[in-house]
């Protein structure tokens, strides 16, 4: 079993940053599913469908969404099983709970979440 665990999430004052991270563990194998796995981050505000954030996948190229474009950068460091997402220039609408999640690229269609870390902007 794969755990993804978040952390960063916090209160911000609108123009500030904030960087999150994501933590892979669990399995025995869990070296070579990360480092195989295209990683999300995908951020649900209250009343809202999810949407997808960024998206990074095994040789690092990056996907955004048309919110974050410009402002947010994800990255990887598969020698720590770890994804990060660094947000500029926040905004009041960036307020979410952010979440990591992950295909298994050997299992399909498993898939992975984190718990979420809120993330609230706010003067």
């Known amino acids: 079993q794969v755990h993804l665990m978040e952390s960063g999430g916090g209160l911000v004052q609108p123009g500030g940053s904030l960087r999150l991270s994501c933590v892979a563990s669990?399995?025995?194998?869990?070296?070579?599913?990360?480092?195989?796995?295209?990683v999300n981050w995908y951020r649900q505000a209250p009343g809202k469908y999810r949407e997808l954030v960024a998206s990074?996948?095994?040789?690092?190229?990056?996907n955004y969404g048309k919110a974050v474009k410009g402002r947010f950068t994800i990255s990887r460091d598969n020698a720590n099983r770890s994804v990060y997402l660094q947000m500029d220039s926040l905004k009041p609408e960036d307020t979410a709970v952010y979440y990591c999640?992950?295909?298994?690229?050997?299992?399909?269609?498993?898939?992975?979440w984190g718990q979420g870390t809120q993330v609230t902007v706010s003067s």
């Open positions: 990074i996948a095994r040789l690092e190229n990056t």
């Open positions: 669990g399995a025995s194998d869990i070296g070579i599913i990360f480092n195989t796995a295209t």
């Open positions: 999640n992950m295909d298994d690229p050997f299992e399909a269609p498993k898939t992975y």
